[in-house]
């Protein structure tokens, strides 16, 4: 396929929270699908969290090193629009992981560590949906909800970054159980949100009197906290947790920009001595091992009402800097942001 193609690349590593002038548009030629390859073009594009792994100038994680030029890499859904290999044909809807590009020559073998690209079937959901409830975000809420921290009916669940792509399927998978459930987020209208979800009570962690919402929220305190952003948050919700709680460590996105050391006082004392005299258990999980059953169990759900997924699209490569630098600085998005790159066929 001859002519140009828009990508987005890394045009400074990250200080603290990315900015979108970490990110630079590019006009470049459209890859060609060279043998055993195939030819995606990116319809959906999402900007997962865990993207700023990848942005720190010396690698402090296991994920992917960004190079500064390079063009950002993201999980996609995409198009088959030229194959040179057997198992994909010019229409096949797929889901992978290419980056914030229009078009993506890949080998189908190599270019994602999880396994080839996944073919989408669009009568069964909307393709984009793999990248949220039908994908990783969706095994990730339900492994942390029925694997790590266990809940059982009747008990209260805490979920922080609960309007966000994970907290709000977690949250509702928490209810499916028959648990109570807390969410946490910022502003009053993602805490409205909430309510709307079906969540039983919701706490706004950037309202003056945050502490004294969650007191109301929690008037017998909590048994499970699955938590996605770590700091002041966190602080919060542990001095609230019962004897014998789980904790289900799912991300901390108030640390992302911090490295292995914090700017401010150590707290480890006061976290050791929680954990020691509450009795509680503590539990990282990573989503993408849980396997099909999440998927499977969610597509259920949904289908029979029971979950509600709401999506939040941007229009345009050219978004996808200012729309991930919001992820970690404020921004009123309800559920799983996804950047719409084209319309498939
Ligand atoms: N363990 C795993 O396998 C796994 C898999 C997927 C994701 N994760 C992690 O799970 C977390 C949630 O992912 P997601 O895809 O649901 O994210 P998301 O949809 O992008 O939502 C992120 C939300 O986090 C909130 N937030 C950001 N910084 C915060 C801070 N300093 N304090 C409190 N809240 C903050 C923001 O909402 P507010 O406006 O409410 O602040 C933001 O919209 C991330 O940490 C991600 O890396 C882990």
Same mark, same amino acid.
């Given at each position: 396929?001859?002519?140009?193609?828009?990508?987005?690349?890394?045009?400074?590593?990250?200080?603290?929270?990315?900015?979108?002038?970490?990110? $630079?548009?590019?006009?470049?030629?459209?890859?060609?699908?060279? +043998?055993?390859?195939? @030819? @995606? $073009?990116? @319809?959906?594009?999402? @900007? =997962?969290?865990?993207?700023?792994?990848?942005?720190?100038?010396?690698?402090?994680?296991?994920?992917?090193?960004?190079?500064?030029?390079?063009?950002?890499?993201?999980?996609?859904?995409?198009?088959?629009?030229?194959?040179?290999?057997?198992?994909?044909?010019?229409?096949?809807?797929?889901?992978?992981?290419?980056?914030?590009?229009?078009?993506?020559?890949?080998?189908?073998?190599?270019?994602?560590? $999880?396994?080839?690209?996944?073919?989408?079937?669009? +009568?069964?959901?909307?393709?984009?949906?793999? !990248? #949220?409830?039908?994908?990783?975000?969706?095994?990730?809420?339900?492994?942390?909800?029925?694997?790590?921290?266990? /809940?059982?009916?009747? +008990?209260?669940?805490?979920?922080?970054?609960?309007?966000?792509? /994970?907290?709000?399927?977690?949250?509702?998978?928490?209810?499916?159980?028959?648990?109570?459930?807390?969410?946490?987020?910022?502003?009053?209208?993602?805490?409205?949100?909430?309510?709307? %979800?079906?969540?039983?009570?919701?706490?706004?962690?950037?309202?003056? =009197?945050?502490?004294?919402?969650? =007191?109301?929220? *929690?008037?017998?305190?909590?048994?499970?906290?699955?938590?996605?952003?770590?700091?002041?948050?966190? !602080?919060?919700?542990?001095?609230? %947790?019962?004897?014998?709680?789980?904790?289900?460590?799912?991300?901390?996105?108030?640390?992302?920009?911090?490295?292995?050391?914090?700017?401010?006082?150590?707290?480890?004392?006061?976290?050791?001595?929680?954990?020691?005299?509450?009795? *509680?258990?503590?539990?990282?999980?990573?989503?993408?091992?849980?396997?099909?059953?999440?998927?499977?169990?969610?597509?259920?759900?949904?289908?029979? #009402?029971?979950?509600?997924?709401?999506?939040?699209?941007?229009?345009?490569?050219?978004?996808?800097? +200012?729309?991930?630098?919001? /992820?970690?600085?404020?921004?009123?998005?309800?559920?799983? !942001?996804?950047?719409?790159?084209?319309?498939?066929?």
């Amino acid at each position: 396929m001859a002519g140009t193609m828009k990508q987005v690349v890394l045009a400074a590593y990250a200080q603290g929270n990315p900015k979108s002038s970490d990110f $630079r548009l590019e006009e470049v030629p459209v890859p060609q699908a060279g +043998e055993g390859q195939i @030819l @995606l $073009r990116t @319809l959906w594009l999402a @900007l =997962d969290p865990l993207i700023r792994f990848s942005l720190d100038e010396k690698l402090i994680s296991g994920a992917r090193h960004m190079q500064i030029g390079e063009p950002m890499f993201g999980p996609t859904v995409s198009e088959v629009v030229a194959s040179n290999h057997p198992d994909y044909a010019v229409g096949d809807i797929v889901e992978t992981r290419t980056g914030w590009y229009e078009y993506a020559a890949v080998d189908p073998e190599t270019v994602d560590y $999880r396994g080839p690209p996944r073919k989408l079937d669009p +009568e069964l959901a909307p393709v984009q949906t793999a !990248l #949220g409830a039908l994908g990783m975000p969706g095994q990730t809420a339900y492994a942390g909800i029925v694997d790590t921290a266990r /809940v059982q009916a009747g +008990e209260t669940v805490v979920i922080s970054a609960a309007a966000g792509t /994970v907290g709000s399927l977690a949250g509702q998978i928490a209810k499916i159980l028959g648990a109570r459930v807390v969410g946490i987020a910022g502003g009053p209208e993602k805490c409205a949100a909430l309510l709307d %979800l079906g969540f039983d009570a919701s706490v706004d962690y950037k309202a003056d =009197d945050f502490e004294a919402q969650l =007191d109301a929220a *929690l008037p017998e305190g909590a048994d499970v906290y699955f938590d996605n952003v770590g700091g002041d948050v966190t !602080l919060a919700v542990m001095e609230r %947790l019962n004897r014998g709680a789980r904790m289900a460590v799912c991300g901390f996105t108030a640390y992302y920009g911090d490295g292995m050391e914090g700017p401010g006082p150590n707290k480890l004392p006061g976290f050791f001595r929680l954990i020691n005299s509450r009795q *509680l258990e503590i539990k990282g999980f990573a989503g993408i091992m849980a396997g099909p059953e999440p998927i499977e169990a969610i597509a259920g759900w949904m289908k029979a #009402g029971r979950i509600t997924f709401p999506e939040v699209v941007v229009e345009g490569l050219e978004a996808a800097p +200012e729309a991930f630098s919001s /992820v970690f600085s404020g921004n009123s998005f309800v559920g799983k !942001l996804l950047v719409k790159v084209a319309e498939a066929g």
